[in-house]
């Protein structure tokens, strides 16, 4: 059992950087894979990025590549997502899951409730 809570989400101009954070609680986190996902108003929810259970590995979709990275401190039970450089189409509410398997296959298990990221042009 997994519980997760967002926090960091805001108001940032276009350009500029914000760092997201996920609290986990549950013995079994370092088990999981975690990752990103966002839902933009009026669309789907979309897949973002996941990183697997020691940190080693991570996936990016293609519109965030070189401007996000995603990292986790199981020692914290804490997964991060350093967003940079950010437009106004990444305006969302991101949401932290862990599931498995890491990577474009990911399944997630768990959600928190998001966190709204507002990027103004």
């Known amino acids: 059992q997994v519980q997760l809570v967002e926090s960091g989400g805001g108001l940032v101009q276009a350009g500029g950087s914000l760092r997201l954070s996920c609290a986990a609680s549950?013995?079994?986190?370092?088990?999981?894979?975690t990752g990103w996902y966002r839902q933009a108003p009026g669309k789907e929810r979309e897949f973002v990025t996941t990183?697997?259970?020691?940190?080693?590995?991570?996936y990016y979709v293609d519109s965030v590549k070189g401007r996000f990275t995603i990292s986790r401190d199981n020692a914290k039970n804490t997964v991060y997502l350093q967003m940079n450089s950010l437009k106004p189409e990444d305006t969302a509410v991101y949401y932290c899951a862990a599931g498995n398997p890491p990577g474009r296959a990911f399944i997630p298990n768990y959600w928190g409730k998001g966190t709204l990221v507002t990027v103004s042009s």
């Open positions: 549950g013995r079994s986190f370092s088990s999981y894979a």
């Open positions: 990183i697997n259970w020691n940190g080693l590995y991570t």
